[in-house]
């Protein structure tokens, strides 16, 4: 148990509905982010958000909207996916924030994803 | 272009078998070079950090090392339970962010 929790694990949806996944870690971090992992393709870092503030959004397409209401707390809402959207959604946070040289990433377990 | 490779993409070993897997990188800049462990179902576990070259760190059966080029996780003697996903990722100099391999799937056949 790394202290990041992931809900839901597993997520099923259409094309046109709206889901929002949700993350959780209660370990002090100040730096939170959300990955995808697709079989066989290294990890994409989508958004980061270090002491609170988004400080990445690498050309994530607007489907995806990231929320961080708190240092504990970090949303993924989706509308409108793509079947191609489909994968692992992973969670991580990190102890100083983003800038720091010794920065290892604690992850959630993920949601699995399937866009019909 | 900034990249990291992990080869072979899956390795089938015998338990006690020995072996190596490997992480070659290309960056403008490594500031440190990690590795982690990822089970079915779970989401990547850090394992080590490396720094600069002809750096080593041991954990258990495995051992990481670090060149100029390249990084190896040694596995001594693999059991069953070391059967994962092991992924490398080199941050850069520039910028902190993560290049992140596609990694490794070791197979431990008892």
């Known amino acids: 148990e790394t202290g990041v929790t992931q809900t839901p694990r597993h997520l099923v949806m259409g094309m046109t509905n709206k889901k929002s996944l949700k993350c959780e870690q209660h370990?002090?971090?100040?730096?939170m982010y959300w990955y995808k992992q697709s079989a066989k393709k290294p990890l994409e870092l989508m958004f980061v958000?270090?002491?609170?503030?988004?400080?990445e959004n690498n050309s994530v397409p607007s489907r995806f909207s990231p929320e961080c209401p708190n240092s504990s707390h970090l949303f993924l809402h989706l509308h409108t996916l793509q079947p191609e959207d489909s994968a692992l959604y992973l969670c991580?946070?990190?102890?100083?924030?983003?800038?720091?040289?010794?920065?290892?990433?604690?992850f959630g377990s993920g949601t699995q994803l399937s866009v019909l | 272009e900034d990249q990291v490779t992990q080869s072979p993409e899956a390795l089938r070993l015998q338990e006690g078998e020995s072996s190596s897997l490997n992480c070659s990188y290309t960056?403008?800049?490594?500031?440190?070079l990690f590795w982690y462990r990822q089970d079915p179902g779970k989401g990547p576990e850090f394992l080590f950090t490396?720094?600069?070259?002809?750096e080593e760190k041991e954990k258990e059966r495995l051992k990481a090392t670090l060149t100029k080029k390249e990084s190896f996780l040694h596995i001594t003697a693999p059991k069953p339970e070391d059967s994962a996903t092991y992924l490398c990722?080199?941050?850069?100099?520039?910028?902190?962010?993560?290049?992140w391999g596609a990694g490794t799937k070791l197979i431990i056949k008892p």
């Open positions: 990722a080199g941050m850069l100099d520039s910028n902190y962010q993560l290049i």
């Open positions: 370990l002090g971090h100040n730096a």
């Open positions: 960056v403008s800049g490594l500031r440190g």
């Open positions: 991580a946070s990190s102890p100083y924030g983003q800038f720091a040289t010794n920065e290892k990433l604690f």
């Open positions: 958000y270090n002491f609170k503030e988004q400080t």
């Open positions: 490396l720094y600069s070259a002809g």
